[in-house]
Structure formats: structure tokens, C-alpha cells
């Protein structure tokens, strides 16, 4: 119903900024919930940004409240990431929901992830 990519992901030093995108297409309207998730190592996904198409609420974790942006365009979703830290490498995720979910088990559309390592 709904196609996610992620792109953007590398490496990045400690301080500095990534941007990533997720691309989506499809069946939009059914799915108005697109989140960014990342999961390291031995670790579940953690919910990190979440956006609604209609109204642009947004939603962001503690970890990364102050340092990320989520935002869309008409058929993509950015999460501008900028004063990186080590903790934050990880695979990173976009994904879709039908409304405002904070578990993963609710995301039922993902996108292939992307790599993020920031060094110290």
C-alpha cells in the first residue's frame, strides 16, 4: 500500500550533521504516519521523530529532542540530524502508521534502513 527508502546515511563525526530521506509513494492517505526509528546492535527500534502529513504534528524522543528535525515534503520525509554524538550509530529507519504509534508493533510499512556511524 505504501513504499518507504531511506537514503543518506554514512559516516559523520562527533558534532557534526547528517540529513537523511525517506522517499514515499503509494497509498498515502491510508497511511498518515511516517516515523524514523533506529536500532542499534543487541537493541529493539526506538522511536525517535514522528510526523503527521495533515496537520505536521510532530513528535520527538528525549534523546534527540533539540538536535533533530523531522519534515515533509509532498512525497518524502527528512530527518535532518545535527549535533551528532557517538550513541547515535545505528541503523536507521523510516516507516508508516495509521495514526500516532510509539511502538514499532504498529508500523506495519518500513523502509530498508540506512547505516548512521559517527566516530568520536
Known amino acids: 500500500q505504501v513504499q518507504l527508502v531511506e537514503s543518506g546515511g554514512g559516516l559523520a563525526q562527533a558534532g557534526k550533521s547528517l540529513r537523511l530521506s525517506c522517499a514515499v509513494s503509494?497509498?498515502?492517505?491510508?497511511?498518515?504516519?511516517i516515523a524514523w526509528f533506529r536500532q542499534a546492535p543487541g537493541k529493539g527500534r526506538q522511536l525517535l521523530a514522528r510526523i503527521r502529513w495533515s496537520d505536521s504534528d510532530t513528535y520527538y524522543s528525549d534523546s534527540v529532542k533539540g538536535r533533530f528535525t523531522i519534515s515533509n515534503a509532498r512525497n518524502a520525509v527528512y530527518l535532518q540530524m545535527n549535533s551528532l554524538k557517538p550513541e547515535d550509530t545505528a541503523v536507521y529507519y523510516c516507516?508508516?502508521?495509521?495514526?500516532?504509534?510509539?511502538?514499532?508493533?504498529?508500523?506495519?510499512?518500513w523502509g530498508q534502513g540506512t547505516q548512521v556511524t559517527v566516530s568520536s
Open positions: 503509494g497509498r498515502t492517505v491510508s497511511w498518515p504516519v
Open positions: 516507516a508508516a502508521a495509521q495514526a500516532l504509534y510509539s511502538s514499532p508493533i504498529n508500523y506495519y510499512h
